[in-house]
């Protein structure tokens, strides 16, 4: 019995259309980049021009551009969100990402919806309902295992809905969707794209006797998400889409890390060719690179594979939230306004320019950008730094103190220069005529371009250098989208053909294979939802549905819920509640958990789940822990200001959600 290939896609992001492009170029089968508004991304905002060549120069590859509108919407934003779906679906969009409910009871444009992170996929019973309400991807939570993940693929139906799963980049600690401390201490929501990172922070950690347990700490900042060596765990579990995070990234990040998911993922197909269950790429052509992809040379606090593998302890950036780098060697000099480093291997070279740090007394990472760099003694790799700043300002910087390089000027050279080549494959036919020659182009598709061009048969003098010179003519796809694997010639004798007349003919039979893939690109399908409306797997929601208009609110109650209550941005949870939810335990990871004491003898029984105290300057949240679940609530309650500014904004604009609850519906 034959098997289809399952298809498989490397979602990168995109901050504008020219990292896009680059992207594409380096292997991305999709791209997520935010439209003109509503992106989740306050500063990510693209004009439809720019996407439009993005989407032009991704569809030659069979690529796909997803557009994000990811945002909760006040009542009067959803025009204007539907006349931008329709804008971006005229430009050629392939699907939008949408966390808003709200959307699908909008005339959108016949275009393919995805579920944004932002949705809090976590549960079967979610993910198969939003199947069914027309959504054809759904990306589920990053705090999800193998086995969790599996139930997800056992609950939906492969052929209606694509699993997409994170697999690098930062990560947020909390439930995405379910983080509120942003709005409610500065009024700018992470459900509206605005998020000011408050899991950041450095903390004091108070027990309940109000005794210090953690000084200065990051306890809400979690290391980078690295899924490399899970791959073939993941395909197994039935993730499809491989998502990368980062739409605030660099051009260098985007290159760097999708060209590394791209070897890997090539690797996989390539080793899964002949099994049973074989694998292919969702998009065309193949990628070769200029350098070797190395995701420690980008920004990242670490990395952690997260609660794939299972609760583990070490998943944390408490010390800082910057990036540590690499470590490169020790100290062994300093000098007046320099000091010397030995490098750990001898073929490491410093650059001005190159960044590098270490941490302080206080485990604290302390920056230094290297004015310039030189090599005093190359046998023993002895280095002289010359700083950019003055020596007295490094605090403990000292001799034997370890050195890393977080930022290497070479690297970053390498990628600001053309860095990859995709090419889709061909296979070449030159077929002689009646008056001439044709040739044919076949894709890796299956499209097909041909050409002809009349010539006289002028039989060749020295026939091996004829056919020599035909298959370098005809083969001169450099300036193309193209490689060819074969070329077959079928001619009834050796002919000499002029060098001009090969070119036009390649050529023309290239423009026709372009048009013919153009002519043949099929847009993603609209997922039909299911009649009569499923129920929504509960009947009452609250604050944490982010609900924010009435078009949602319709939404839900078309579909069974009876009691709905507002979004927290509506500013209607005035008292103590969880501003963020999060599978991380800060209990856990300080080794304070019933779980982890539990046999332990003379621990047994003494360590309790008890509330825990965060403290930042002025903000103070409190730490709850819900055992059975295995979750932490950081609970607060919304400033004052925030508040007040709600009272000015509603008196100016008030066409907002619900100004009080609406009454439930009757059964």
């Known amino acids: 019995m034959s098997h289809l290939p399952h298809q498989l896609e490397l979602l990168s992001p995109a901050r504008d259309a020219d990292i896009g492009i680059e992207a594409v170029n380096h292997g991305a089968d999709a791209v997520y980049i935010g439209g003109p508004a509503f992106g989740a991304r306050a500063t990510a905002g693209n004009d439809i021009r720019d996407l439009e060549r993005l989407i032009q120069h991704a569809h030659r590859f069979n690529s796909r551009i997803f557009i994000t509108l990811n945002t909760i919407l006040r009542d009067d934003e959803l025009e204007g969100a539907r006349q931008m779906a329709w804008q971006v679906y005229e430009a ?150 491989f998502k990368i995070e980062g739409r605030y990234k660099d051009m260098g990040y985007v290159k760097n890390i999708t060209a590394h998911y791209r070897k890997l993922l090539d690797e996989i197909i390539e080793e899964r060719e002949f099994t049973g269950e074989p694998l292919t790429r969702s998009s065309s052509g193949r990628t070769t690179f200029t350098f070797e992809p190395d995701p420690d040379q980008n920004f990242n606090r670490e990395f952690t594979d997260y609660f794939v593998n299972g609760r583990k302890e070490d998943i944390g950036a408490f010390d800082t939230p910057k990036t540590p780098g690499r470590a490169i060697g020790w100290v062994t000099q300093i000098g007046d306004n320099w000091f010397e480093l030995e490098v750990s291997d001898k073929t490491t070279e410093l650059h001005n320019g190159d960044g590098l740090c270490y941490y302080d007394l206080q485990k604290e990472l302390v920056g230094v950008h290297i004015n310039r760099a030189e090599c005093v003694a190359p046998k023993k790799g002895i280095w002289r730094v010359f700083p950019k700043n003055e020596i007295t300002e490094f605090k403990d910087l000292r001799k034997g103190l370890e050195i890393n390089r977080n930022r290497d000027m070479d690297w970053v050279r390498t990628l600001e220069k053309k860095s990859s080549d995709r090419r889709i494959g061909l296979w070449a036919h030159l077929a002689e005529t ?33 056919e020599a010179t035909l298959r370098e003519q005809l083969g001169r796809f450099g300036a193309t989208r193209f490689a060819v694997h074969a070329m077959a010639l079928q001619l009834s004798q050796p002919w000499f053909v002029p060098a001009s007349a090969l070119n036009q003919l390649r050529r023309d039979a290239v423009v026709a294979l372009e048009d013919a893939r153009t002519a043949g690109f099929v847009r993603l399908p609209r997922a039909v939802p299911v009649q009569p409306p499923v129920p929504f797997p509960e009947d009452t929601l609250t604050y944490l549905a982010n609900v924010f208009n009435h078009k949602a609110h319709d939404f839900y109650v078309k579909h069974g819920v009876k009691v709905i209550d507002a979004a927290y941005e509506s500013k209607e949870e005035e008292g103590e509640v969880s501003l963020m939810i999060t599978k991380h335990c800060v209990r856990f990871s300080m080794s304070l958990c019933p779980k982890q004491a539990k046999g332990v003898i003379g621990v047994k029984g003494t360590i309790k789940a008890e509330p825990l105290q965060l403290i930042n300057g002025k903000e103070k949240l409190t730490l709850r822990f819900e055992c059975k679940p295995c979750e932490m609530h950081v609970v607060g309650k919304m400033k004052k200001s925030v508040m007040n500014q709600h009272l000015k904004d509603m008196q100016a604009q008030p066409l907002q959600f619900y100004r009080t609850r609406p009454a439930p519906t009757s059964a």
Not at 95 to 124: F, V
Not at 186 to 199: E, F, L
Not at 454 to 463: E, G, K, N, R, V
Request: with cysteine.
């Open 434 to 466: 009646a008056d001439g020659f044709a040739l044919t182009l076949t894709d890796e598709d299956g499209f097909v371009g041909s050409a002809s061009v009349i010539q006289p048969h002028q039989p060749a003098t020295d026939a091996v250098k004829a």
């Open 92 to 241: 050629g969009a392939d699907a939008l990402i949408i966390q808003d409910m709200g959307l699908l009871e909008l005339d959108l444009p016949p275009i393919q919806l995805h579920a944004s992170t932002q949705t809090d996929i976590r549960t079967p019973e979610k993910a198969r309902f939003l199947q069914d309400a027309g959504l054809s991807q759904i990306v589920i939570a990053r705090e999800l295992d193998l086995q969790q993940i599996q139930a997800i693929r056992e609950a939906t139906d492969p052929s209606r809905t694509t699993i997409e799963f994170f697999v690098h980049g930062a990560l947020c600690v909390a439930y995405s969707g379910q983080c509120f401390i942003s709005h409610a201490h500065t009024g700018r929501s992470a459900n509206r794209g605005d998020c000011n990172q408050a899991c950041r922070l450095p903390y004091e950690v108070l027990d309940g006797a109000g005794r210090i347990i953690a000084h200065e700490k990051h306890v809400l900042s979690m290391k980078d998400n690295n899924q490399s060596d899970n791959l073939r765990a993941l395909i197994d579990a039935g993730v499809r889409s």
